[in-house]
């Protein structure tokens, strides 16, 4: 691989085109990072040890696990385009502070699978806060506290709503995000739909092939554009952009930001869940809500969802270039808001 081009901008598709035909290549780019576990699964940088696998609902789910099996267990949940990876410097500290800490993969994300052929590769919000409540009784998991961004803080908010007996408490980077499709098909200012580009690029066929034939271009340009100031460098982001090496990642999120505007149906399975987030239910469980002063990525004003929490609530604005990946660019600061969220 030609190093310089990926740390060229102007030359970086081209650089991502020749990383994703590594990482296919049974992750030859990252040999010490990564390799085959030959159980279908993958072992794991060093930070998290070998993955585990469990049948939970419509998935294989693959996750890390750290901590002692009997402290109080924490879910940590990534979002688009991101991986389990965004938890790599969190989960240590939670693990280290008594916590069980469970760090899946998303479907069509990583090494966790559709069981069956035929279930849909649907990206709605009710299916895949779903897979988190059956991982949670598949995992035996009573009660956890949640920490979250993006489509995991959209699932953690879903959670927290439908299932408060579920969630001890709530940590959610960008506050309130559960969708309604019918409002988000309405139009909005110019500089709404401008922040929305790539929702509207995936909407189109053309979108759709182009994300399909190159996601990690894509996405690399996508943590560019939301953490405008985070210096990441090429190693990390491959360590993520494997995570985009999965038959289902394309269909998983094409369907996701279809279904978000009202442009593809969900499943009727879900139709009585999605009617009750469609209402904007009120979260009352334990809440600290974050954001960073660089988020890049469209999101809510804080003052816009407040009211959204009615339960024990704090809001944390982190100051110093943080952006959207908030718990990969300030860890210890998102750690300490799990171990927080339930003594307020």
């Keep these: 691989m030609d ?6 901008r102007r030359g970086f598709l081209a650089g991502s085109a020749t990383a994703m035909a590594g990482l296919s290549l049974g992750g030859l780019m990252m040999g010490k990072a990564w390799a085959d576990s030959g159980t279908g699964g993958f072992a794991i940088a060093a930070a998290f040890g070998a993955l585990k696998t469990i049948d939970a609902g419509d998935l294989r789910v693959a996750y890390a696990e750290l901590g002692p099996a009997d402290g ?6 990534h979002g688009w385009p991101y991986d389990i990876h965004a938890f790599v410097d969190v989960a240590p500290r939670l693990a280290a502070a008594g916590c069980r800490v469970i760090v899946p993969y998303l479907r069509g994300y990583g090494a966790t699978r559709f069981l069956s052929a035929e279930t849909p590769r649907n990206g709605q919000q009710g299916a895949v806060a779903l897979d988190i ?5 598949a ?4 009660q956890a506290s949640i920490g979250a961004f993006d489509w995991g803080a959209r699932t953690g908010c879903i959670l927290a709503a439908l299932w408060p007996e579920r969630i001890r408490g709530l940590v959610s980077v ?3 995000l559960i969708g309604n499709p019918k409002a988000n098909a309405k139009s909005g200012p110019a500089a709404a739909e401008f922040a929305w580009w790539y929702q509207s690029y995936l909407c189109t066929d053309r979108g759709r092939d182009g994300y399909a034939a190159d996601p990690v271009g894509f996405n690399r340009f996508i943590w560019q554009q939301a953490s405008p100031r985070w210096q990441f460098d090429d190693a990390t982001y491959l360590r993520s952009a494997r995570a985009f090496d999965n038959p289902d990642h394309a269909a998983v999120v094409v369907h996701n930001y279809r279904w978000r505007v009202g442009l593809a149906a969900g499943e009727a399975r879900f139709d009585a869940i999605e009617a009750r987030l469609a209402t904007a239910p009120a979260i009352t469980v334990p ?5 960073g002063d660089a988020n890049g990525a469209p999101h809510p004003a804080p003052a816009a969802y407040r009211a959204k929490f009615t339960g024990k609530y704090q809001h944390r604005q982190l100051d110093g270039g943080i952006g959207h990946n908030l718990p990969q660019e300030a860890p210890a600061a998102f750690a300490q808001a799990v171990l927080d969220v339930t003594r307020l």
């Design 174 to 176: 960008s506050g309130y």
């Design 72 to 77: 109080p267990a924490v879910i940590l949940l």
């Design 133 to 137: 409540l059956a991982l949670m009784d």
């Design 3 to 8: 190093s310089n081009a990926l740390k060229s």
């Design 287 to 291: 809440t600290i809500t974050m954001e």
């Design 139 to 142: 995992l035996h998991i009573e």
